[in-house]
């Protein structure tokens, strides 16, 4: 039951968010941004409701939906981990970088954490290069980053992993 109130307030910011646009015509985008910060992804009854509220083709909103990496289908977790993957982040060991957050949290790139915690995602620039290799999670930036970093990284962002007492690198 507080699921169902819980869903039924986010649908009702997003439609009072619609509703408050002075031209719905040429909105979807911004509809959708809104719509992924309010569920924090867009399962297929957001993006039939944001149809229907924009009197757009679903075919249109599924369209944009997987057109633009930014939008997700798939839940996402509470920290978000991208690591750039562009040239000089590759060529300074991002894909290392990758395989050791993949070993750490037991996930693959493009996948969740069972408990919802973690979701990683590799990024094709960040613009950062001469940090590279970057790591992002939510808003923050992490640079230079090696290998023995990643266990002082996720440190910040879940009480269970070991060795807690180990400080961030200063990045």
Do not use: W
């Not at 599924?62 to 060529?91: A, D």
């Not at 990683?120 to 001469?130: I, T």
């Amino acid at each position: 039951m507080l699921q169902k109130s819980l869903n039924k307030e986010k649908f009702d910011e997003l439609e009072d968010f619609i509703n408050s646009l002075e031209n719905k015509k040429g909105a979807l985008i911004e509809v959708l941004h809104k719509a992924q910060h309010v569920f924090g992804y867009l399962p297929k009854d957001v993006q039939l409701f944001i149809s229907k509220k924009l009197n757009v083709p679903s075919s249109k909103v599924f369209g944009v939906v997987s057109f633009y990496s930014y939008f997700t289908t798939k839940p996402r977790g509470k920290y978000v981990i991208n690591i750039c993957l562009g040239t000089v982040c590759f060529v300074k060991g991002a894909d290392k970088i990758m395989e050791k957050f993949e070993q750490r949290l037991n996930i693959k790139c493009g996948e969740t954490t069972p408990d919802g915690k973690f979701t990683l995602e590799g990024l094709r620039c960040v613009g950062a290069c001469g940090l590279a290799p970057v790591v992002v999670i939510n808003e923050k930036v992490y640079g230079k980053v090696t290998l023995d970093d990643v266990k002082k990284i996720l440190s910040n962002y879940n009480d269970e992993v070991e060795d807690k007492e180990l400080a961030p690198s200063s990045i």
